[in-house]
Every structure is written in structure tokens, then in C-alpha cells.
């Protein structure tokens, strides 16, 4: 459990830089996302496989790979 808890709070660091704010990576977080079949992506927060899409999805919006 305490490495869900930092693998989270690493992620929201990268949120954070990705969006600018804690504010619009939440916004992000809430929003139904194609990427995840439309699923919203706190949803994923559940699991360790779901943080890993998180941020794997972070890092290509990062990158500007939106496809």
C-alpha cells in the first residue's frame, strides 16, 4: 500500500509538469479519456497497472504523441 501511495504521488508530480497545474491535471484526471475507451482516468488510480498507463499516457501527452 505505501508504494501505491508513492507511485501516486510521483504521478501527480508528473501531471503537474505535464499540465501546469494541479488544477488541469485533475480537470484531466476527471474527464472521460479516448485513450482508456472513454473510461475516466482517476478510475485507473485503483491498481498498479492502471497508475503505469497513467503515466505512460503522461509521457506521450508530454512528448505530443496524442495518437
Do not use: K, M, Y
Not at 8 to 20: D, E, H, T
Amino acid at each position: 500500500e505505501a508504494e501505491r501511495v508513492i507511485e501516486i504521488a510521483l504521478l501527480f508530480r508528473l501531471g503537474r509538469s505535464v499540465f501546469g497545474s494541479d488544477t488541469h491535471f485533475r480537470q484531466w484526471l476527471d474527464l472521460p479519456c479516448v485513450a482508456f475507451g472513454n473510461i475516466r482516468p482517476v478510475s485507473l488510480l485503483e491498481s498498479a497497472f492502471g497508475i503505469r498507463l497513467l503515466r505512460e499516457e503522461l509521457i506521450r501527452i508530454e512528448h505530443g504523441v496524442f495518437a
